[in-house]
């Protein structure tokens, strides 16, 4: 899915400090699973919580800045909102 929208395959920015993509996957899984920086941060590939935190804030920065990057956000929203619900 973030994959999709990013425009190319996760082991290319997975590890790129700064990258929107990584930044809307760790969003989009906060959002859709209520997880901890932690928990986010090990579902990322090993990042640590103080960095998923700095991360989201910068994508929520970066989001209200650039119009192509809210549009992502969005349509990340309707992907998410087209699953069946997380089970807790």
């Given amino acids: 899915m973030i994959e999709a929208l990013r425009g190319a395959p996760w082991v290319d920015f997975a ?3 700064g ?4 930044a809307l996957f760790l969003w989009g899984a906060r959002r859709r699973c209520g ?3 932690r928990e986010l941060g090990q579902e990322a590939g090993g990042m640590s919580p103080a960095v998923v935190g700095v991360a989201l804030k910068r994508f929520a920065s970066l989001a209200k800045e650039l119009p192509e990057l809210e549009t992502k ?3 990340l929203i309707e992907l998410l909102d087209g699953m069946l619900p997380v089970e807790h």
């Fill in 35 to 37: 997880l901890t920086l």
């Fill in 73 to 75: 956000q969005q349509e």
């Fill in 19 to 22: 990258d929107w993509g990584r």
């Fill in 15 to 17: 590890g790129r400090h």
